[in-house]
């Protein structure tokens, strides 16, 4: 008899810590991630629209999409279509400074305020494209 409060207590508590950590698990599969993933794939100066993985990327308005290379080439994230009127108006990681995408794991990142759809391009291999889609 002295052992069933012992043994209740024992239920007791783990049954609140299952339910503790179900809402922990819960909250995190729901939260929206400030930022969405993209890669600049190994051998992406030969491809066309699979240089960049996703295509297209998804995201929502505000979140922050962050472009790595992963190839050994220098590449550009560059708005717009190679050659057009709006080329890097959008955005541009440029050749240089700290955004340029210069070396493999250089990362490149740009926060998206409004819908729509946004293409762009590698300006040193414009036969590279992807496209943003931001709802």
Do not use: R
Not at 7 to 24: E, H, P, R, T
Not at 49 to 76: C, L, R
């Amino acid at each position: 008899m002295v052992n069933k409060p012992i043994y209740l207590a024992a239920s007791l508590l783990a049954i609140l810590s299952v339910i503790a950590i179900g809402a922990s698990a819960n909250n995190n599969v729901f939260a929206q991630s400030d930022e969405v993933q993209a890669t600049i794939v190994p051998g992406a100066s030969t491809l066309t629209d699979t240089a960049y993985s996703p295509n297209p990327i998804q995201a929502k308005v505000g979140q922050e999409v962050k472009w790595t290379n992963e190839d050994s080439a220098f590449h550009t994230v560059t708005s717009g279509t190679a050659g057009g009127a709006d080329v890097g108006k959008a955005f541009d990681s440029g050749l240089q400074g700290p955004s340029a995408l210069t070396a493999k794991g250089k990362t490149f990142e740009h926060k998206f305020d409004t819908a729509g759809e946004f293409p762009y391009h590698c300006t040193l291999h414009p036969a590279m494209v992807g496209k943003v889609v931001v709802s």
